[in-house]
């Protein structure tokens, strides 16, 4: 069977796309762009529900071995991301949190909870130079927590509210998160 050379340019064309997508830093961001764009934002199952007394027993400990209780952020506002090193969603949308840390990190309770090893989180703060609060879960974390993607990133208001579910790679920094939590700051 003979290929013409249109359907040989077409195979030549889609063989360097793939190289691309698999061995350059550009076709990890498109994955992680695809990744998101397929995983959606909303987590339709708990946006809006309470999180329950016992949800307050999660047990964490952050990146120099010190226990943390969950228990400890009630009446707060709360952001909870859970990431990765190794996820190129998570690492693409980690500039935009370590902003709107900077910019809330005093008014709302940040939890950056690590889906991996210690050593690699470690180098991938120092690398990246980032300062917001890392903790590894050391109970199952409550169930309204529970997704099979990452990123997956909760804001609870001061009640323990989930008002915003989402996974996949967002832009953090953005008016309407910073609108979102200053309404979530003002109310009592």
Not at 19 to 41: A, D, E, H, W
Not at 83 to 95: F, G
């Amino acid at each position: 069977m003979k290929i013409s050379k249109k359907y040989m340019y077409i195979l030549l064309f889609l063989g360097a796309l793939g190289i691309i997508m698999v061995f350059t830093p550009v076709g990890r961001k498109v994955k992680g762009r695809i990744s998101s764009l397929l995983t959606g934002y909303k987590l339709d199952n708990s946006l809006g529900e309470q999180l329950p007394s016992e949800g307050y027993d999660w047990k964490l400990v952050d990146r120099q071995g010190k226990p943390f209780d969950f228990d400890s952020v009630k009446d707060e506002v709360v952001l909870i991301n859970f990431w990765a090193s190794w996820c190129q969603p998570c690492v693409q949308e980690m500039p935009s949190l370590q902003k709107l840390y900077d910019e809330y990190g005093q008014k709302v309770r940040f939890l950056f909870i690590a889906q991996d090893e210690k050593i690699k989180v470690d180098a991938f703060m120092t690398k990246k130079q980032y300062s917001f609060p890392v903790y590894y879960s050391i109970l199952k974390k409550p169930e309204l927590f529970i997704s099979n993607v990452i990123p997956a990133t909760y804001i609870l208001d001061k009640s323990g509210k989930i008002v915003l579910a989402t996974t996949g790679s967002k832009d953090w920094h953005d008016q309407g998160t910073r609108s979102l939590l200053d309404a979530l700051l003002q109310k009592g």
